[in-house]
């Protein structure tokens, strides 16, 4: 009752706000709407893997994305989704053609290549970016992460912060959001892999609410 009592107020929202955009010109809304629709279907074919009823807010993704410039180019982006990162580390600097999305979705696999058609789009599963060679030539500065880590396995966690320092520069950080009221990687992970989590900070603009943390090496 409560889920359907926010995604009802959320679409009014949206809806609203396309009707009124599409009056002054704009299509954004319009836009959002349909990531909406797109997003939610995929969250009802497949909840755990899909986590959220909603793709992230721009507020989540200028809070995720806060400390990331150019200079931390190449930047990794696991399961992207609609974009609403990626639109986030391109309002901060980073090329197009620095950004490598991992997208295990079909779902948001055209759109993703329609809206970011310089960046590398590469279809699979987080947890075997160990092995996948995607830095062979100059190592990822951050990695963003929009996975539902609270949905997955310890031993899948693991996999996919492993993988994601091994392609990680020496200071490079890992930044992971979360609906949950702490750290989704379990303190035994972090002792494991060398790592420690950091709360970057939370926002209620998001649905539902969330908060993000950085995770460095030790």
Not at 85 to 94: I, M, Q
Not at 151 to 179: D, N
Request: hydrophobic share 45%.
């Amino acid at each position: 009752m409560r889920l359907n009592l926010i995604v009802s107020q959320w679409l009014r929202k949206t809806l609203v706000e396309a009707v009124a955009d599409g009056k002054s010109g704009g299509n954004r809304p319009q836009s959002e709407f349909l990531d909406f629709l797109r997003f939610f279907r995929s969250w009802i074919s497949n909840p755990l893997r899909v986590a959220g009823v909603a793709p992230s807010s721009d507020s989540l993704a200028r809070l995720i994305t806060s400390e990331i410039s150019a200079l931390d180019a190449p930047v990794l982006e696991l399961g992207p989704g609609t974009g609403v990162f990626t639109r986030a580390l391109l309002a901060r600097g980073v090329p197009e053609t620095e950004l490598t999305l991992l997208e295990f979705g079909n779902d948001f696999l055209p759109g993703l290549n329609r809206r970011f058609p310089q960046a590398r789009i590469v279809q699979m599963d987080a947890a075997l970016i160990a092995e996948a060679d995607l830095f062979a030539d100059e190592a990822a500065g951050a990695v963003i992460s929009g996975l539902p880590l609270l949905s997955m396995s310890p031993r899948k966690q693991e996999a996919i912060l492993a993988g994601a320092f091994e392609v990680l520069r020496p200071g490079g950080a890992f930044y992971q959001f979360t609906y949950g009221p702490r750290c989704p990687v379990p303190r035994v992970i972090l002792d494991r892999l060398g790592l420690d989590a950091e709360r970057l900070g939370k926002t209620v603009r998001n649905l539902p609410p969330a908060a993000v943390y950085c995770i460095t090496r030790r």
